[in-house]
C-alpha cells in the first residue's frame, strides 16, 4: 500500500509524459533517474487564509505554490482561483509547467498556485480583501528572482492588480513580482492575448508541414470563452479562418450559418466575462441569437457540428475524451492543438496518436488527426510572461509590434523543436509525434540543467 495521497490529475500527467519518453529513455536509461527525481516537487506551501465578508462574517480557504523546479531559472506559473483546485491539480500544472516553460527557450523553472476561492459572485470588496489576505502568506515566499506568479483561471487584471497592491505595501518594493500587470505599471504589450495568439502560431506551423496551407476558410472549434479562447477566435478570423462555437461551464454555442461567429460577437462574449456571466447572458440578450447561433445546454461543442478542419481545446483541462475524439475524426478534423493545459484525455490523445501512426508517406495523409499538447501549443502564454520579466528587469517597455513579433518567434522555434525531436524518436511513422517531440525536448533541457547543478547523478 502506497504511502502517498490520491493525486489522479498529476498521476494522469506524469503517466503521459512517462510513456512519450520510453523511446529515449530506452536508448538513454542513465536518465530514468533524472525522471525519477523531476517527478517530486522542490517546495511545496500551503497556508490558511482568512478574510472578511461583506456582511462581516468570516471566510477561510486553502492557499497554495508549488514550487516544483527551478533548474533553468525562477519558478514560473499561475495562480488560480477556483473551487476545484486542491494539490493534485497544482501538481499537475506546476508538473506541465516545467517542460513548457523549457521549451519557450526563456530562462524559467516551473511552479503553479492559487487557492479554492471562487471568485465568482463576489463583490469587488471581497476579492480585494481576498487578495491582500492571500498575498500576506505568499509574498514571503516569492521574489523577482525567486518565484514570479502570474494570472490563471479566475485570476485576470483585477486580482493581479489587488496582489500587487497588496505586495508592495507588504515587503516595502516595487519588483516584477508578478506577470500581466497593468499596462501602465509594469505589464507588457499583447500579455492578455498571448496564449491565444501563440497557439494560432503554433499551428499555422502544423498548417504549412503537413498540408502545406493556412488558415483561409478553415472551420475551427474552440472550446472555452476566456482569454485563451477569445483571443484564438479573433486571431483565427484575422488570418481568414471560420470561427463555429464558443463553450463555458453551461454549454456551447455553435454558429449555424457560413460565416460562423464574428468579432463583434467575441467582443462582446468578452464583455458577459468580463462581468462573471456565463455564455447563456449573450443568448438571452441578443436579439437574432437564434438566427446565428444554437446553443447547447450542458454540452461540449465536439460532437455538435458535422464537418470542421481545426478544434482548439481552450477551456480546461480533460475537456477533451476518447469518444469525442472519434468525433472529430469523424468530422474531418486533421489539427487537434491545445489552448488548455491537458485538454485532451488520455484516450484522445491515444486516438490522434494512432491516426498519426499509420502515415507512412507524407503524400498520403487522409484520415490523419495532427495533435499538439498544450505545454507546446499554449506557451505563448507564459513566453510572454518571461518577455514582460525581461522588460521590467531592464525598466523597458516593449511595442506590441515587438512583443507579437518575438511572440511568433518563439512559438516558429517551439514547434520546429517539437517537429524536429518528434521526428528523431517517433519510429515507424513519416509523420513526427508532437507529443514525443515536446516532452522528450523539455525533459532533456531540464534534466541536463539538473545533472549539471548536482540534482542526479
Keep these: 500500500m502506497s504511502n502517498l495521497p490520491v493525486e489522479p490529475e498529476f498521476q494522469q500527467a506524469v503517466s503521459e509524459i512517462t510513456q512519450t519518453l520510453e523511446p529515449f529513455l530506452a536508448k538513454n536509461p542513465e536518465y530514468r533517474r533524472a525522471l525519477e527525481v523531476v517527478q517530486i516537487p522542490e517546495r511545496i506551501i500551503q497556508f490558511r487564509v482568512t478574510w472578511e ?19 533553468l531559472g525562477p519558478y514560473k506559473g499561475g495562480l488560480r482561483l477556483h473551487p476545484t483546485v486542491n494539490l493534485s491539480i497544482l501538481k499537475f500544472l506546476g508538473f506541465e509547467q516545467i517542460f513548457k516553460n523549457a521549451l519557450t527557450g526563456l530562462m524559467m523553472g516551473g511552479g503553479k498556485g492559487g487557492s479554492d476561492f471562487d471568485p465568482k459572485g463576489k463583490s469587488d470588496n ?15 515566499h ?12 479566475g485570476t485576470g487584471g483585477r486580482e493581479i492588480g489587488f496582489m500587487f497592491g497588496a505586495y508592495k505595501k507588504y515587503r516595502n518594493e516595487f519588483a516584477g513580482i508578478l506577470t500581466g500587470k497593468g499596462a501602465n505599471w509594469g505589464g ?34 474552440i472550446s472555452g470563452a476566456g482569454n485563451v479562447a477569445q483571443y484564438a477566435a479573433l486571431k483565427v478570423l484575422e ?27 467575441i467582443t462582446r462574449i468578452a464583455e458577459i466575462k468580463l462581468e462573471r456571466k456565463s455564455l447563456t447572458s449573450f443568448v438571452e440578450e441578443s436579439a437574432n441569437v437564434g438566427e446565428r447561433f444554437k446553443w447547447y445546454l450542458g454540452e461540449r461543442p465536439w460532437k455538435l457540428v458535422e464537418k470542421a478542419d481545426i478544434a482548439l481545446p481552450s477551456a480546461s483541462q480533460n475537456e477533451l475524451n476518447g469518444e469525442e475524439a472519434k468525433a472529430l475524426q469523424k468530422a474531418g478534423v486533421r489539427y487537434v492543438a491545445e489552448g488548455s493545459n491537458m ?18 508517406s507524407l503524400t498520403n495523409t487522409e484520415g490523419v488527426v495532427f495533435y499538439a499538447p498544450g505545454k507546446a501549443a499554449n506557451a505563448g502564454g507564459v513566453a510572454v510572461s518571461g518577455l514582460e520579466m ?41 509523420l513526427p509525434s508532437l507529443v514525443a517531440g515536446a516532452n522528450i525536448a523539455g525533459f532533456i533541457k531540464v534534466a541536463n540543467a539538473m545533472r549539471d547543478q548536482g540534482d542526479w547523478w
Design 53 to 71: 465578508r461583506d456582511d462581516g462574517t468570516l471566510a477561510v480557504n486553502r492557499g497554495f505554490r508549488c514550487q516544483f523546479n527551478s533548474a
Design 126 to 140: 471581497e476579492i480585494r480583501r481576498f487578495c491582500y489576505a492571500f498575498m500576506q502568506e505568499l509574498s514571503r
Design 142 to 153: 516569492i521574489g523577482a528572482d525567486l518565484d514570479v506568479p502570474a494570472g490563471d483561471i
Design 188 to 221: 507588457s504589450n499583447i500579455r492578455p492575448e498571448a496564449t491565444g495568439y501563440g497557439v494560432v502560431y503554433y499551428v499555422t506551423e502544423m498548417l504549412k508541414d503537413l498540408d502545406n496551407t493556412d488558415w483561409k476558410g478553415k472551420k475551427v472549434l
Design 239 to 265: 488570418l481568414g479562418g471560420k470561427v463555429l462555437s464558443l463553450s463555458d461551464s453551461t454549454g456551447s454555442l455553435i454558429a449555424t450559418t457560413e460565416e460562423g461567429f464574428q468579432a463583434s460577437d
Design 343 to 360: 485538454g485532451c484525455t488520455l484516450d484522445a490523445i491515444e486516438v490522434f496518436e494512432n491516426s498519426r501512426k499509420s502515415i507512412k
Design 390 to 430: 525581461a522588460q521590467n528587469s531592464q525598466r523597458l517597455k516593449w511595442t506590441s509590434e515587438e512583443v507579437d513579433s518575438k511572440l511568433k518567434e518563439i512559438m516558429q522555434t517551439c514547434y520546429k523543436t517539437c517537429w524536429d525531436t518528434g521526428k528523431e524518436f517517433s519510429e515507424g511513422s513519416a
